[in-house]
């Protein structure tokens, strides 16, 4: 007989009352609240609080990236969503989830393969947890959904995978936007990434006024805007690990293949950071002059390339290794797109927030 799911109260609560928890910045949206699922750092969570979001429950497995989460918000979201009972989750207006990439992104799946495992919806560790996402969907019914994956989920499995994604959630009673979206024009990385933006259709009719965000105005951000000045030595590349990636490129560009490091131009964009940075940092390295070998970038570097500038100053403001910062930054959503993407929901949900507001001054919050 299978246990039953523990009951879960991860409500955000003033337990730390001198915790510098971030704070939202003052705007006319009205006040609205969301759950942060598969919640990793945070990233879907700052760019919420950016327009006034608020967190009422928060999910992510991984002990490490709960840790960074709690150092920054104030309450940990460790809990396995699959012990869950979407029951107990508090009423939202927007259910927020970069659900697991790795089945779907390129990397992931090439992996994957080569050891003889699943992919995909396949994969039933990972793959399946989307349909974990649409349980909790179906019996808390939120207005909005925004979810976040690799710009690959529209191309796996031989584009076979997204129509089954986008026919769920329209069976769930949503009318559903998606757009492949380069983070590059917010911060200076080159990150694609696919965002889903589901309305209730039963609240917001069947063709809600929902457009993507139009790029940033003004110039993209340049790479050299995040770059230390006095970066510590231990950061460079040893003359191993550099003669090994010298020879590593030159094998492949003799075959006629891309791979290989890449020296990342000061007054341009970066590669996209992976999770795998930490291994030799070979796809976004820094040149250090003709006389020196080049470097990674910092920790504190690779929190301002994802956009983490709230919460990230110094190497204090993170609390875990280099080795897990890297992963949880290269698994992370750039809170800049985030809130690009929230501030257009927010714009058709307005009148539905305000109509609520009116009907219920004592509550700002579902």
């Keep these: 007989m299978p246990k039953p799911a523990p009951q879960v109260d991860r409500r955000s609560r003033s337990l730390f009352p001198n915790h510098p928890v971030i704070r939202p910045a003052m705007s006319s949206i009205p006040p609205f609240s969301f759950i942060d699922l598969f919640a990793g750092i945070g990233g879907f969570r700052l760019g919420l609080q950016r327009l006034g979001g608020h967190c009422v429950f928060s ?3 991984d002990p490490f990236s709960a840790k960074t989460y709690e150092s920054w918000f104030g309450d940990s979201p460790l809990c396995d969503i699959n012990e869950v009972n979407p029951a107990d989750i508090p009423d939202h207006d927007i259910l927020a989830a970069g659900f697991p990439c790795q089945p779907f992104s390129i990397a992931g799946v090439s992996k994957k ?5 699943a992919d995909g919806f ?3 560790k990972q793959g399946n947890l989307f349909f ?3 349980e909790i969907v179906e019996i808390r019914r939120p207005p909005v959904l925004i979810l976040e994956n690799v710009k690959n989920l529209k191309s796996h499995d031989k584009r076979r995978t997204w129509p089954i994604i986008e026919r769920t959630l329209q069976d769930l009673g949503y009318v559903v936007f998606h757009k492949i979206i380069d983070a590059a024009d917010y911060v200076p990385q080159h990150r694609e990434r696919i965002f889903i933006v589901c309305f209730d259709r039963h609240v917001f009719g069947e063709s809600p006024a929902f457009e993507f965000p139009d790029k940033p105005a003004g110039r993209k951000p ?7 000045s006095s970066p510590p030595e231990k950061y460079t590349l040893t003359d191993l690990l550099w003669d090994y990636l010298q020879r590593y490129a030159e094998k492949h560009r003799a075959k006629g293949n ?7 131009d000061p007054e341009g964009v970066s590669r996209t950071l992976s999770a795998r940075y930490y291994k030799d940092g070979s796809e976004i390295l820094i040149s250090q002059g003709p006389s ?3 470097r990674r970038l910092t920790i504190v570097e690779a929190a301002k390339l994802m956009g983490f ?3 990230v100053k110094t190497r204090e403001d993170i609390p875990v290794s280099d080795t897990q910062a890297y992963r949880q930054f290269g698994n992370s959503v750039v809170p800049d797109v985030v809130e690009a993407v929230g501030r257009s929901v927010i714009n058709v949900m307005a009148p539905y927030l305000e109509q609520r507001e009116n009907r219920s001054p004592a509550h700002s919050h579902r």
């Design 59 to 61: 999910c992510e497995r």
């Design 113 to 117: 393969r080569s050891l003889g495992q």
């Design 122 to 124: 396949d994969c039933e």
């Design 132 to 134: 974990k996402i649409c």
């Design 222 to 228: 340049k790479f050299k805007s995040i770059l230390e």
């Design 258 to 264: 891309g791979f290989g490091f890449g020296i990342a």
């Design 292 to 294: 020196k070998n080049p």
């Design 309 to 311: 500038r709230d919460v």
